[in-house]
C-alpha cells in the first residue's frame, strides 16, 4: 500500500532535463495547484523512490512564480554518492518529492548581486522577475566563478545586465582573460551608495568572506541580504 502524503509536500512529475554546464543540470517539474514562493526561495526536494525519499537537500527556484512549471538549477556532484548524483541519473517521468517554502534571499531594492557558483541560483529568480517586472535598473552582477567552463547561463545574465554583469574568475582559460576573485578592493568599485542593498550567495566560506569583507568598507550589515 502507498505511503500516504502528508500537506507539507506535493509528488511532482519531471518535465525535462537539461545540461546547463559540465556540472550542473536544469530541473523542470510540474508544479502543484496553489503553489507559490517568492524569487530567491528554495524547498527541501527528495527523490519519490522508496529507498531515496528520506534523503533530501534544499534547492533553489530558478524559475518565476508566474511561470506553469518549477525549474530547479542544480549543481552536480559525481565525486560522491549524494542527493545530486542520485538526481544525475533520473529522467524524465521520475518524480520528486518537494515541500514547503523557506528562504530569506528576497529582493529588497536595487543594488549589487554577489555569487559564487551555484550561489547564483536565487538571483537567477529574482533577476528574471525584476525583467518581467521592468525593475532591472540600479542593479549589478558580481559573479565569481573558477573559469569560464563554470558559469551558470552567462549568455542570459549579459543579456539582462548588459555591462551591469561583471565576471570574476580564478583560473581563466583563456590568457586574455585577467584572473581574480571578489575582495575587499573590488568590492569597493561598488559600494558607497548607502541606499543600496548587497546580496550575497554561495558556499558558507564565501558568503562568510563577503559579508567581512562589506563590513570592512562600511555597509551596514541591515542592508546585506544573506541566506540566515
Not at 20 to 48: L, S
Not at 133 to 160: Q, S
Not at 180 to 194: A, S, V
Amino acid at each position: 500500500m502507498e505511503e500516504p502524503v502528508s500537506t507539507d509536500q506535493h509528488i511532482v512529475k519531471i518535465l525535462s532535463i537539461e545540461n546547463i554546464t559540465h556540472n550542473v543540470k536544469r530541473f523542470t517539474v510540474e508544479k502543484p495547484a496553489n503553489y507559490t514562493f517568492i524569487p530567491g526561495q528554495a524547498t527541501d526536494v527528495a527523490i519519490n523512490n522508496p529507498a531515496l525519499k528520506s534523503i533530501s537537500g534544499p534547492f533553489t527556484f530558478t524559475s518565476v512564480n508566474q511561470a506553469e512549471y518549477l525549474e530547479f538549477t542544480i549543481k552536480i556532484y559525481n565525486d560522491h554518492d549524494g542527493l545530486t548524483n542520485k538526481l544525475s541519473w533520473l529522467s524524465p517521468a521520475d518524480e520528486l518529492i518537494i515541500h514547503d517554502v523557506f528562504g530569506t534571499i528576497n529582493y529588497k531594492g536595487p543594488g549589487v548581486f554577489i555569487a559564487g557558483g551555484a550561489g547564483i541560483t536565487p538571483f537567477l529568480a529574482i533577476l528574471r522577475q525584476l525583467r518581467l517586472d521592468g525593475n532591472l535598473p540600479g542593479n549589478k552582477l558580481l559573479f565569481a566563478n573558477h573559469n569560464e567552463n563554470d558559469i551558470i547561463h552567462k549568455t542570459e545574465l549579459k543579456y539582462l545586465l548588459g555591462d551591469n554583469y561583471v565576471d570574476v574568475l580564478k583560473a581563466p582559460l583563456d590568457p586574455n582573460i585577467q584572473r581574480g576573485i571578489i575582495d575587499r578592493n573590488l568590492l569597493k568599485k561598488y559600494t558607497g551608495d548607502p541606499t543600496k542593498w548587497y546580496y550575497v550567495c554561495g558556499p558558507d566560506a564565501f558568503t562568510a568572506a563577503m559579508v567581512d569583507h562589506l563590513k570592512n568598507i562600511g555597509v551596514d550589515a541591515a542592508h546585506m541580504v544573506i541566506e540566515e
